[in-house]
């Protein structure tokens, strides 16, 4: 009973755009856990118990509050269902981490600091600063930028094909990003790289994304906006937030056209629902 309950329920999620590996897998196994103890319906006792078995209170949370949601959808259709309270194991302690806001200055900085990476002569430090440059005027993921090909530089703007959540869109771009990005287009054009990639490394192939966080590491301590590694700073993925938050700051002092703002921004970043 459970496991069918289980099936339509990640089937719904795909069918929304969501990939679902990570609930799904956790759901699987609870779903095990309770029909081992011949269990057709979800109890807050058996989450409790199938919870507890992670091994630490993050984790146990994680499992606590996937369930859940599992179970509100469940309990529309039969009552029977239990709800456990999402303060099952006390209230939650851990934050997310403030974003850091970049100033002009800082992203200036980052810009010309990727200009200067080497090798000499190569397209590397070029790929890198317009990169940092293009999620900075854009608020795009990381994995977005890395995943853009030729052909989806348009006249219109840049076609986002491969998103979070498997939902194409439009960017359009700022006349200056635009300049930027012709002027970055004309040295790629000239490679003799076997990839339709849009960013490629002095190699000819796209940078992965770990290679992508590594450098904007090191070009971020080389202005002083990281410490010592180990130690908290700048993100890259903070230029997204920053992008973010200027956008709103632009916006209107009216709470209609704030909302009319926001559902806009949700839509150019990307967002499934309203931030």
Request: charged fraction near 20%.
């Amino acid at each position: 009973m459970l496991s069918q309950l289980l099936a339509d329920h990640a089937a719904l999620h795909r069918a929304l755009g969501y990939k679902f590996r990570t609930p799904g897998i956790l759901l699987r196994n609870f779903v095990a856990f309770a029909e081992h103890r011949g269990e057709d319906v979800i109890t807050t006792a058996t989450v409790r118990e199938w919870a507890q078995q992670a091994p630490s209170p993050e984790q146990q949370r994680n499992r606590l509050l996937t369930v859940r949601r599992f179970a509100i959808g469940l309990q529309a259709a039969d009552p029977r269902h239990e709800v456990p309270s999402a303060d099952l194991f006390g209230r939650a302690t851990r934050r997310r981490r403030t974003p850091y806001i970049y100033s002009p200055e800082d992203i200036r900085q980052l810009i010309d600091a990727a200009h200067r990476l080497g090798p000499d002569q190569s397209i590397r430090p070029l790929t890198y600063a317009t990169m940092f440059g293009l999620i900075a005027a854009t608020g795009m993921r990381v994995s977005e930028a890395i995943a853009i090909r030729l052909p989806d530089v348009t006249d219109d703007g840049l076609i986002i094909a491969q998103t979070k959540f498997k939902k194409s869109r439009l960017l359009p771009l700022h006349p200056s990003t635009g300049r930027a990005l012709d002027g970055y287009l004309t040295t790629r054009l000239k490679s003799s790289s076997q990839s339709d990639a849009l960013f490629i490394s002095h190699q000819g192939t796209p940078p992965a994304y770990p290679t992508v966080i590594t450098v904007f590491l090191q070009v971020a301590r080389s202005i002083s906006l990281r410490g010592a590694p180990g130690s908290r700073g700048a993100r890259i993925h903070d230029l997204r937030h920053t992008f973010a938050v200027r956008s709103l700051e632009r916006c209107a002092h009216d709470a209609q056209a704030v909302a009319r703002h926001i559902t806009a921004l949700s839509t150019y970043l990307g967002h499934v629902t309203p931030m």
